[in-house]
Nanobody, 125 residues
Framework: QVQLVESGGGLVQSGGSLRLSCAAS????????IGWFRQAPGKEREGISC???????HYMDSVKGRFAISRDNAKNTVYLEMNSLKPEDTAVYHC???????????????????WGQGTQVTVSS
């Protein structure tokens, strides 16, 4: 079973950038679709982006144009490049193996497997 470890979070000012990493062990990441989720205090966890095993990418509308997901097969790592950060992006960010469900006008992803500890992203105004 693949194990995932997130890193790269931190404190950044509004408008700043961070790059999150999701490093895998136990299996090749390109065999899986990988999703990024976040959970803010008092809110439900939400899926924000995923990259499929074939390299297709999907984004939630609130991060589209600001975030970019990518995968480095040599490093067995998925990245989430986050630009133009806003205070509402403050959350704990997790990555997970997922089953993407893509429709003609919407998409969602169903996580499976274990979760890592996540990485905290705090955006100050």
């Amino acid at each position: 079973q693949v194990q995932l470890v997130e890193s790269g979070g931190g404190l950044v000012q509004s408008g700043g950038s961070l790059r999150l990493s999701c490093a895998a062990s136990g299996a090749r990441l390109d065999y899986y679709a990988i999703g990024w989720f976040r959970q803010a205090p008092g809110k439900e966890r939400e899926g924000i982006s995923c990259i499929t095993d074939r390299g297709s990418v999907h984004y939630m509308d609130s991060v589209k144009g600001r975030f970019a997901i990518s995968r480095d097969n040599a490093k067995n790592t998925v990245y989430l490049e986050m630009n133009s950060l806003k205070p509402e992006d403050t959350a704990v960010y997790h990555c997970a193996t997922v089953h993407p469900k893509v429709g003609p006008s919407s998409w969602r992803m169903v996580p499976f497997g274990s979760w890592g500890q996540g990485t905290q992203v705090t955006v100050s105004s």
